[in-house]
């Protein structure tokens, strides 16, 4: 984090002059009345369905936490606030997929850091971009199964990787390429194959969970300008199961001034419970997602993309290929609903 706080200070400092007009990209409408009823009817059922399963995963955090259970409205694991919205040590966001969500502090502005974690088929868990060890966390674990495989997706979100890997020694340590080079003391089973855009380019990389189940895709195509190497070398991950998209800085969804989720997507801040409105963001969380909004995307997607083709093919992959319905960001606030997550990666992934 600290390195990656600095270079951004850098760009920051670089980056005023660039003009940012993010373009909205909204579904198309029909005025004919018949394809208009068919697409509200259509829409409803979609509400109604995301209704139940989030109903569900309501009832699936009240077995993790008492306080929930008991009829309270938030966890007891921890204050509820922006990046921990449910306050619980760890809450269910799909079928089979928890997240880890905690503050997580740079110069006292809370950033937010969330774990992602998965239960395979086999009863082990597929943990990604570990937070802070606590017992609390490795005692809600232990009910989910057994966790095998831990995975620090980019170059940055690395502080706990050794502390994991002490914590749980029979887990196998996976990074994003170049990682074992960067931190030599971790021992690694292995890293993600450099480029990898598809499972069957893989070889058949031993210890290491199936790729067909959770897709792996490294974002190789990028150049920190003042250093000439990747900036976050980042391998994004897709859950083919619970259509889940997995993202570590490539992607992030901070939350607006007013607390509530999602409160900038339109129509996209239904979470039934999981995610509850909190008091104002603070002041420095909100200068932190302006820069990065505002800042570093723009630099990124014009001064750090070296290969414009391999971004576009792999910006297809994601929002067109991958059906996901359910995006887990480590920074910000998830989102449901497939059209509306195909709408705002759009939009965030677009060169202008
Ligand atoms: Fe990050």
Redesign the pocket.
């Known amino acids: 984090?600290v390195l990656?706080s600095t270079s951004l200070l850098h760009i920051a400092s670089l980056c005023f002059f660039i003009n940012t007009s993010p373009s909205n990209s909204f579904q198309a409408t029909t005025s004919r009345d018949t394809h208009t009823s068919i697409s509200l009817a259509t829409e409803s059922n979609h509400d109604s369905t995301k209704k139940i399963q989030t109903a569900a995963l309501l009832e699936n955090a009240k077995e993790i936490d008492s306080s929930l259970a008991s009829g309270n409205a938030v966890g007891d694991f921890c204050e509820n606030t922006w990046s921990n919205r449910l306050g619980t040590v760890l809450t269910p966001v799909a079928k089979g997929v928890y997240t880890g969500d905690r503050p997580f502090y740079w110069n006292k502005i809370d950033v937010g850091g969330r774990m992602c974690v998965i239960q395979l088929d086999d009863g082990n868990l597929w943990v990604h971009s570990p937070i802070d060890f606590d017992e609390k966390t490795a005692n809600a674990l232990k009910e989910l199964g057994n966790v095998k495989y831990i995975v620090s997706p980019n170059y940055?979100?690395l502080k706990y990787a050794r502390q994991w890997s002490e914590k749980f020694p029979e887990a196998f340590m996976w990074g994003c390429p170049g990682l074992s080079q960067m931190l030599p003391e971790i021992e690694w089973e292995g890293e993600i194959p450099y480029g990898l855009t598809r499972p069957s380019e893989s070889d058949n990389l031993k210890n290491c969970w199936d790729f067909d189940v959770i897709v792996p895709l490294h974002l190789n195509m990028e150049t920190n300008p003042f250093t000439g190497k990747p900036f976050f070398n980042e391998v994004v991950f897709y859950h083919k199961p619970s259509k889940s998209l997995i993202t570590?800085?490539i992607y992030w969804n901070y939350p607006q001034k007013d607390g509530i989720p999602n409160s900038h997507l339109e129509g996209s801040n239904d979470d039934h419970g999981l995610a509850p409105t909190v008091g104002s963001i603070p002041l420095g969380t909100r200068l932190w997602k302006f820069g990065m909004d505002k800042i570093y995307l723009p630099f990124y997607k014009r001064l750090m993309i070296n290969d414009k083709q391999r971004y576009e093919d792999v910006v297809t992959m994601i929002v067109d290929e991958w059906e996901i319905e359910t995006s887990i960001p480590?920074?910000g606030d998830v989102i449901r609903g497939r059209e509306k997550i195909r709408e705002v990666l759009t939009r965030h992934f677009k060169i202008n």
Request: charged fraction near 25%; charge should be negative; hydrophobic fraction near 25%.
């Open positions: 984090m990656w940055e979100h570590t800085d480590c920074h």
